[in-house]
């Protein structure tokens, strides 16, 4: 079982750029996480999912755009990419509520000059 | 305001010696919280989580935590330290208004020295 997968691994984006990072999940879990983790500042939320259809905003929104067509996929869009914009991007997912524990994919690594 | 905080940025122990990873928070209600561990270039992985009972709470690699009510902390330990253990640490406590979020410690360099 792969779990969560994410791609690309890594990338370096030319400001102004758009970009997709790309999440999949084959746990069949209800709710998904997009979060963005920078150096001192642990993990912050930029949007959720709780079930196929529905997304939120969380803690760092502004920028980011999601969407949740079906169970499995969860995709993360930078419109017009900024500097500020540089850091690790985690996807995660856990089965329905937040008391149950959150699977996290590799990450992606991307940086936005 | 919901928060959590790990006091020390780094912990420094070595092999073989008891490990602690210290954890507070402040949420109303009752705290669901959580433990994961970070390896380099990894992505988090589940070790523990406290929703309710014994307030001692064994998890994976044989790590444990404390839940106290009374200091509002969730201490990470082991009795005894791996090198392999070397990881970041992070904290995590349900936000009490979302059913969905984490409200996330900002992480504890754990280091073991052989």
């Known amino acids: 079982t792969a779990g969560i997968t994410q791609a690309p691994t890594s990338q370096i984006l030319a400001a102004g750029r758009s970009m997709t990072l790309r999440c999949t999940q084959d746990?069949?879990?209800?709710?998904m996480y997009w979060y963005r983790q920078d150096l001192g500042l642990g993990l912050r939320l930029i949007h959720y999912s709780n079930t196929a259809g529905t997304t939120g905003k969380g803690e760092v929104p502004d920028g980011y755009s999601v969407s949740r067509a079906n169970t499995d996929d969860f995709p993360l869009t930078l419109a017009s990419a900024v500097p500020s914009q540089t850091s690790v991007y985690f996807c995660?997912?856990?089965?329905?509520?937040?008391?149950?524990?959150?699977?996290f994919g590799p990450g992606t690594r991307l940086t936005v000059l | 305001a919901q928060s959590v905080a790990q006091p020390e940025d780094q912990v420094n122990v070595a092999e073989g010696n008891p490990l602690t990873v210290k954890c507070t928070y402040s949420?109303?209600?009752?705290?669901?919280l959580f433990w994961y561990v970070q390896y380099p270039n990894r992505g988090l992985q589940f070790l523990l989580k406290y929703i309710t009972g014994d307030n001692l709470v064994k998890g994976s690699y044989g790590f444990e935590a404390e839940f106290n009510k009374s200091q509002t902390s969730f201490h990470l330990k082991k009795p005894s330290a791996l090198v392999s253990d070397s990881a970041l640490y992070f904290c995590?406590?349900?936000?009490?208004?979302?059913?969905?979020?984490?409200?996330w410690g900002a992480g504890t360099k754990l280091i073991i020295k052989p």
């Open positions: 746990m069949r879990h209800n709710a």
């Open positions: 949420v109303s209600g009752n705290p669901y």
């Open positions: 995590a406590v349900r936000d009490p208004h979302s059913n969905y979020q984490l409200i």
């Open positions: 995660a997912s856990s089965e329905r509520l937040a008391g149950n524990e959150q699977f």
